[in-house]
């Protein structure tokens, strides 16, 4: 066996959300209670029954990826050729660490709090990785100081999510440039940026950045889970600089030959129609204010909601959120996640999901603050 494999851990979330119990308030798993768009899933349906569900070339179907490329119009990256159709945006944040890091002498710096996979897929690949930990005392806002300061010699990529999984802040445009400037201004190699945006059809600010935008060493991820509903579809996607996307596609190629077509049919159907990729916004517009309302009736100490479905709420009495985690799934019919699941600056929280009903949601908040 890969020893590799054997050291690490499976997904906490995975574990916890494995002890619901039926009826539980399920604020754990971080997947969409809205159903997807019916009408792109039937015009894909009928396409299939005429075409069939066939491979499409590794990189993905050429006209999709026009679009995608067109759509979000990075300087630089405006071409089919600058995106590569991947299984969800997992596969897209694991070919982007694989393709773009030399495990012997390249160094991953993982944003954190952060969505645990980054630093689990570098330590599959044998590629060293560290954090740099946003504070707590500052609601975990993104602080570009801190990330330019903690670059070191062997830091050749930098992991950053915006909206972020588990803090929901955001990346402020001015930071993004901010961000993009001091990283054009150190001299050597360059260091890369992998931008996940999977959640950037939902923030709640109005100025969010995109270091892309700014900063020609960036890797955009992307994919339709959360934006669309479609998690289980496992389309997403890598938006790259020429060179550097065939070197992606050449790696996603030996990893999954290609996306699955049906679930790429869809995602044409959609980046086809003007605003598809926003029709759930509102939806979560709405449930933002009533969560943040109910956070505020709980007494909880939360970190400010800038973007995504996530809290992050602080233990009222303090002490061990992983006993405090497993309390609520086993006694208390609720499932949260343990904060340090995303890092160590993130023990002694909870980081709940709020796609369920902003009743389930508030109750569940209740419960938390009995604890
Ligand atoms: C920040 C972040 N990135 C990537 C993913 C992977 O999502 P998918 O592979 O469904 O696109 C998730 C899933 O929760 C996430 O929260």
Redesign the pocket.
Known sequence: MNPKVLAIEPSMIRAIAAKKQAGAIDLGI??PALLPQQRFIDAAARWAAEHGVKYTVNAGDVALRELIAAHYAFPGMGAARNVCIT???????YVAIKTLLDPAVDELLVVAPA?P?YAKMAQLEGIASRAVHMRADDDFRYDVDAIVDAIDPATRMIAI?SP??PTGRVLRDADARRLAAALLARPGAPVWILQ?E??RELTYVDDPGSIADYYPYTIV?N????SNAL?GM?I?WLIAPGEVSDALVKTHAWVTSTASSFGQRVALEIFREPGALQEHAAWYRAQHGSVTAALEESGLRYVPIDGAFYACVRLPRGGDAMAAALELVERRNVVAIPGGTFGASLEGWLRISWVAPADDVAEGLRRIAAL
């Open positions: 971080g997947e299984t969800g945006s997992q596969e897209a944040v969505f996979a999510a972020a999984n996940d999977i959640y991820a994919s339709l889970s959360k998690t496992r997403g």
